[in-house]
């Protein structure tokens, strides 16, 4: 999908939304940033941004460039750049990212490994 050592350049133009009362099930990949407002039961592999929002539940892994957590997530997350845990995020899982932000009020139950 992508190759990992080139860096992204986001547009701000194109992305992609799941809207809230929206579910999916299975994996989504996505070229763009992607925000999320519904509930993915199946893992999320994006190049650019992935935005859970507050209402979002997601059951699976993220693989992803940059993250802001908001919502309920179940499941690992690698990002290769940044990851932000907003104060709202209820996140069960496992980190793996190059800089993590921890909002006062969020909930991480896992493990955080910081890679360069």
Known sequence: MKNWNKET???GIAHNSLAAGTTVKGEINAEEDIRIDG???G???CSGKVVVGPLAEIT???RCQNTDL???VTGNITIYETA?????VRFTGDIETKYIEIEAGAVFNGTCKMTN
Do not use: A, F, P, R
């Not at 932000?84 to 709202?88: E, N, R």
């Open 43 to 45: 893992n999320i592999e």
């Open 70 to 72: 908001m919502g309920l």
């Open 84 to 88: 932000c845990l907003k104060s709202t």
């Open 39 to 41: 509930k993915v039961e």
């Open 9 to 11: 350049i986001s547009t």
């Open 60 to 62: 699976g892994d993220i």
